[in-house]
């Protein structure tokens, strides 16, 4: 991406004009050069030989920089947006799917059409032959060019895919972009402030005193032409073949063969390449080469391969490995690049007839012009870095410098001077861009920090732990699912018993919480956290995760993912409550687990007349569930027991009352006696009963054997000498349960077996 011109430098191969004819070159025009700035030691600083002009470094170096955007966006997007990855992915995408559908793409054209219509005769096997020759081709074509594209947006798709907003979008290509302007200022000024070291590497050196006398008084003549007060630094190459010249940042080239060219052309020349130097077409080059840095330093590596080992093998070994990254730089950053590059050939070969060497320079290309090849293809027309000769030459015939008259019967001309060759001191004009962009960035900056307090406040991590505790606090169900993860969420939501839990009046929320530390990385954090509950000071551990979606589209918060617990119970226990709330029994023997706020919650039993128990407190952490099961253990009330009695008496008194030897549904009867008569049973004891209470409502009633009671039956019966009487005493023991119905207790009897 040097500017110069390779076709305005070759040599004519005509020796009779000598350097020192100077008949042909028009009166010096004043120049303020003074001194020889291709001495050696006049380096003289980082920016040293600068062009004049400017205001300052800084407007150099952005006139520079800011010159040419369609070069600068064309690095930009095939090097920052990975344009080769992209290009070889949707290559191989294309060639999988076109050779695919080659061979089946005419059968799956031909199963779309109706059986009927293919089995018709005549029109059926047309079309059959028809789709089977020709739809392998449609599809080859059709599903290589679909492949293609989805090959060419599945690399970024694949790279902005966590991107979920409009805003997340464009602060991710913000930040490309800013990275990709950092790399290429910063490149920029490597290029310019070791100009002179890497030129030296190169193997440019100072003039030998000789050729100094020889060519800078052209230089200056040439500058002060062009009212330029200062010239470049002067180097020299050792090539007698090559008659070339390379303009850079703070330098100019020359080639030890252009010293043996006609005086009038060096001049054209030089002209040439000093309003390349001014107008800072290198600073503009070296931006566009800094954007697209790592495409560069990897295109670099063929081009070096290609230009050291020239032979056909060695040249298709490169494209087979670098072919994307070539294609690329060939039909993406060179030809918007180089558009740029032709114009400022156009505006150099201004600079030669502004200094009054515009028969030097036509020499050079009407020379030049028989040997030039054609334009016809896209390396020669779109990639040029030069415009065609024929142009430049009907260019030059257009135009005038300031105070030269025309000659008789000359064709009116386009005058050309200094201001606008070169544009002014300043010719980007960037006032009315610069308050726009400070506007801008003001509004950007203040609408990040306005963002940044409501990320701060609202949308960090120790904002969703606060959050949480503090719907907690408020026993604020919906609050609460806010702040959970959405399985958590979901489970909330869906247990109507749970706003009720916590609700109550005997569920204690944690108070006074502190947030210790939070550990965040990327979009996991854990935050410890010290709380009081149930009167002690607690500590435990909180494991949040950021959200997938976004609030309003900028903003993503953070849930907690081990807020909620469980509380395992018996799933068989009646009457079960957890802060009053009655827990749904299943009537299974295995455990469950209710769904749990972190705090103190009660569990207790339903009271009823049968039993009662001492409610247990249990504290439960968050990001840990309860550990055992809780069983409320339910004791029989003291009244209950005294109607139990009552009614196992009433019940024996009941069975005593009949008159039969089997009394129904009784714990006594006689056995021994055949057609005993006038029978009569007294309870002569009763048994003591225990009872065991089953559950809140429920109790087995059974006698111990050390409790059984007496029951005496008397009657007569048929003996040998008539009839006789019996008294027998019998053993008593009493089963069965008890259950409650309201505010009654029911003694239901049972077996005595």
């Excluded at 799917?97 to 096997?125: N, S, W, Y």
């Excluded at 005038?400 to 980007?428: H, M, S």
């Amino acid at each position: 991406m040097q500017q110069h011109d390779p076709d305005a430098v070759q040599p004519s191969g005509d020796r009779q004009n000598q350097l020192g004819d100077s008949s042909s070159l028009p009166p010096a025009r004043p120049s303020d050069a003074g001194g020889d700035a291709t001495r050696p030691g006049t380096e003289g600083g980082g920016l040293a030989n600068r062009p004049p002009g400017y205001p300052n470094a800084l407007v150099w170096l952005r006139v520079g920089i800011l010159r040419d955007w369609r070069g600068v966006l064309g690095s930009f997007i095939a090097a920052w947006f990975y344009v080769p990855v992209a290009l070889f992915t949707a290559v191989v995408a294309a060639v999988v799917a076109g050779l695919t559908l080659a061979f089946t793409g005419g059968g799956i054209l031909k199963d779309q059409f109706p059986e009927a219509v293919r089995d018709a005769p005549i029109i059926g096997g047309l079309i059959s032959s028809f789709l089977e020759q020709s739809g392998g081709a449609i599809g080859a074509f059709v599903g290589a060019a679909l492949a293609f594209l989805i090959g060419l947006m599945a690399v970024q798709v694949i790279r902005f895919q966590e991107v979920d907003s409009a805003v997340a979008l464009f602060a991710e290509l913000a930040g490309i972009a800013a990275a990709a302007v950092l790399v290429g200022v910063l490149y920029t000024l490597y290029r310019v402030l070791l100009e002179h070291r890497l030129l030296r590497v190169s193997g440019a050196r100072d003039l030998s005193r000789r050729e100094a006398a020889l060519i800078i008084p052209i230089l200056h003549e040439c500058a002060g032409r062009l009212a330029l007060p200062d010239v470049p630094r002067l180097l020299v190459e050792d090539d007698l073949v090559t008659t070339n010249a390379r303009t850079y940042a703070r330098h100019i080239v020359v080639t030890t063969g252009l010293l043996t060219e006609p005086r009038k052309e060096i001049a054209a020349l030089l002209s040439h390449e000093l309003v390349h130097w001014r107008t800072g077409d290198e600073i503009t080059s070296a931006f566009v080469r800094g954007v697209g840095l790592p495409l560069v330093l990897v295109h670099a590596v063929p081009t070096w391969l290609m230009r050291k080992f020239p032979h056909p093998a060695t040249n298709l070994f490169v494209f087979i490995f670098f072919w994307p990254v070539l294609l690329t730089m060939k039909y993406l950053v060179q030809p918007l690049h180089r558009a740029d590059i032709r114009a400022s050939e156009y505006r150099a070969d201004m600079g030669a007839v502004v200094a009054g060497h515009a028969e030097g320079l036509r020499a050079i290309l009407e020379r030049r012009k028989s040997f030039e090849s054609g334009r016809s293809g896209w390396d020669e027309a779109v990639c040029a870095e030069h415009p065609p000769n024929e142009l430049r030459l009907d260019r030059l015939e257009r135009l005038q410098a300031e105070g030269d008259a025309a000659g008789p019967g000359t064709p009116p001309r386009r005058v050309v001077g200094t201001e606008e060759l070169f544009g002014g001191n300043d010719p980007i004009d960037v006032r009315r861009p610069a308050i726009i962009g400070g506007v801008a960035l003001l509004s950007i900056c203040l609408l990040s920090s306005l963002l940044g307090v409501v990320q701060w406040g609202f949308f960090r991590p120790g904002a969703a732990v606060n959050g949480y505790f503090s719907a907690l606090a408020d026993r604020d169900v919906d609050d609460l699912a806010g702040w959970l993860s959405p399985a958590s969420e979901a489970a909330v939501l869906n247990d109507d018993l749970f706003a009720e839990r916590i609700k109550s009046a005997d569920y204690q929320p944690p108070t006074d919480v502190d947030i210790k530390a939070i550990d965040r990385e990327d979009d996991e954090a854990t935050a410890e956290v010290s709380f009081v509950v149930g009167g002690n000071r607690m500590e435990a551990k909180l494991t949040l995760r950021r959200d997938d979606e976004s609030t309003v589209g900028v903003f993503k918060g953070w849930h907690v993912v081990d807020g909620i617990s469980s509380i395992p119970v018996d799933a068989s226990q009646e009457g079960l409550m957890i802060n009053g709330v009655p827990v749904p029994a299943d009537g299974s023997s295995q455990t469950r687990s209710i769904l749990s706020a972190p705090g103190v919650h009660v569990v207790s039993v339903a009271s009823n007349p049968l039993s009662e128990a001492a409610p247990q407190t249990v504290t439960v952490l968050p990001g840990s569930d309860y550990g055992a099961p809780v069983q409320v253990v339910p004791e029989l009330k003291s009244a209950a027991r005294s109607s139990i009695d009552e009614q196992v008496k009433k019940y024996l008194d009941d069975c005593a009352q009949q008159t039969v030897a089997e009394p129904q549904n009784c714990p006594f009867r006689l056995t021994g006696y055949q057609d005993a008569e006038k029978i009569k049973w007294t309870i002569s004891q009763y048994p003591t009963v225990q009872i065991d209470v089953l559950g809140p409502a429920a109790a087995r009633v059974s006698t111990p054997y050390e409790a059984r009671g007496q029951v005496q039956v008397s009657g007569t019966y048929q003996a040998y000498y008539g009839e006789a009487t019996f008294t027998e005493n019998l053993s008593v023991a009493v089963t069965g349960f008890v259950t409650v119905a309201g505010e009654r207790i029911s003694f239901q009897p049972g077996d005595d077996n």
